[in-house]
Nanobody, 127 residues
Framework: EVQLVESGGGLVQAGGSLRLSCAASGFALPYYAIGWFRQAPGKEREGVAC????????YYIDSVKGRFTISSDDAKNTVALQMNNLQPEDTAVYYC????????????????????WGKGTLVAVSS
């Protein structure tokens, strides 16, 4: 059974930083893809970034490029999202999602094409 557990959310002032972590377990294949997604109040969920553990490929949506970095710690089976220069519009519940096997990171992000979801962690950015 695949389990994804997010941690690291919280309240931060605009311009601050947070690091989210997604602990993954139970994938059947040696490689998998993990994406970060967010849902702001009153808005639809959107993909933010994705990491493919096979070829280390990454993808970011335009609004977070240069501010967010997605990375993997293979020894710990975690995928982190380092978020710098946070802005109020980044306020949302952030979810990690995953799927077995290598994947097209852009496709996974844009189409939220994952099979498993974590429960989410809240990121709140004050102005």
């Amino acid at each position: 059974e695949v389990q994804l557990v997010e941690s690291g959310g919280g309240l931060v002032q605009a311009g601050g930083s947070l690091r989210l972590s997604c602990a993954a377990s139970g994938f059947a294949l040696p490689y998998y893809a993990i994406g970060w997604f967010r849902q702001a109040p009153g808005k639809e969920r959107e993909g933010v970034a994705c990491f493919n553990t096979k070829d280390r490929a990454t993808y970011y949506i335009d609004s977070v490029k240069g501010r967010f970095t997605i990375s993997s710690d293979d020894a710990k089976n975690t995928v982190a999202l380092q978020m710098n220069n946070l802005q109020p519009e980044d306020t949302a519940v952030y979810y990690c999602g995953g799927l077995d096997g290598p994947a097209d990171v852009a496709f996974v992000t844009i189409h939220q094409a994952v099979d498993y979801w974590g429960k989410g962690t809240l990121v709140a950015v004050s102005s």
